[in-house]
């Protein structure tokens, strides 16, 4: 779709470049005012050099004004690939931790453990999370840290 408008559009001014230079053969004389210099020149070559020199000059505006975004944009690809490589990584070691549990979950029960009654298993890490577990919150509903609470 966007050759179709691009040929809508650039045939006509083609064509209208070609019959303006036709018709535009008259010379004309430029003069150069601090060179004191004059130059005869057909008008329509006048025009089509002023033209493309003023194309010429609002792309290299334009391209320097987009340098910063550029840079932002290089950044921001660099810190993308950065991400991509380190979620990677990380997949690759749960991946590898995954495979070492599945293995240990086939390896065969140690003998002390085929005594024990099924809510010993309960018991000891209930045990063991009450102890790890803090008591009391450890930021405060603003994100202060908390105060500590005194037992009394």
């Known amino acids: 779709m966007r050759r179709l408008i691009s040929w809508l559009i650039m045939v006509p001014a083609a064509v209208a470049v070609v019959v303006f230079a036709l018709n535009n053969k008259d010379p004309i004389a430029l003069n150069l005012w601090p060179f004191a210099v004059v130059i005869e020149m057909e008008l329509y070559l006048v025009l089509t050099v002023v033209l493309a ?3 010429v000059l609002g ?3 334009s391209w320097a004004g ?3 975004l550029r840079s932002q944009l290089r950044k921001q690809a660099y810190s993308g690939e950065v ?3 380190e979620l990677k990584a990380e997949c690759e070691k749960t991946t590898a931790l995954a495979v070492e549990l599945q293995a240990l ?3 065969p029960l140690p003998e002390s453990s085929v005594t024990k009654t099924p809510g010993d298993d ?3 890490i ?3 999370l009450m102890t790890t577990l803090p008591t009391a919150p450890l930021t405060a509903p603003g994100g202060q840290l908390a105060k500590p609470q005194n037992a009394a």
Do not use: P, S
């Open 126 to 128: 209930g045990a063991m």
């Open 122 to 124: 309960a018991k000891a």
């Open 66 to 68: 987009g340098g910063r």
């Open 105 to 107: 979950k086939m390896e």
């Open 59 to 61: 792309g290299v505006v």
């Open 53 to 55: 020199t003023g194309v």
């Open 83 to 85: 991400a991509r490589r």
